[in-house]
């Protein structure tokens, strides 16, 4: 069974900068494309960020293009999302997402909240 743990949310002031990580329990993270989505009060999940199996692809939700950047550590089964100049409308729980080779995002973590104060 696969699972993913997200750590790294908290309150933040606008302009203040997290750094979430996610770590998966799974000999084939290294073959998995990875992805942050992130949920909001009253709305749909939506992708956030995406990285290819060797971060050699990246892509972003025009809404966070620039302020934030995903990576990844193969050798320590890690994916990070760094989320600089946040604004109050990233507020939201932030879930990393696993798609194993030839499949969607298919495993999902808990969660986690992260509060961008004005």
């Known amino acids: 069974q696969v699972q993913l743990t997200e750590s790294g949310g908290g309150l933040v002031q606008a302009g203040g900068s997290l750094r979430l990580s996610c770590v998966a329990s799974t000999s084939q993270f290294h073959l998995s494309n990875m992805a942050w989505y992130r949920q909001a009060p009253g709305k749909q999940r939506v992708i956030v960020a995406s990285?290819?199996?060797?971060?050699?692809?990246?892509d972003y939700a025009d809404a966070v293009k620039v302020r934030f950047h995903i990576s990844r550590d193969n050798a320590k089964n890690t994916v990070y999302l760094q989320m600089n100049n946040l604004k109050p409308e990233d507020t939201a729980v932030y879930f990393c997402?696993?798609?194993?080779?030839?499949?969607?995002?298919?495993?999902w973590g808990q969660g986690t909240q992260v509060t961008v104060s004005s």
């Open positions: 990285i290819s199996r060797t971060g050699a692809i990246t």
């Open positions: 997402a696993m798609a194993p080779p030839n499949n969607a995002f298919t495993y």
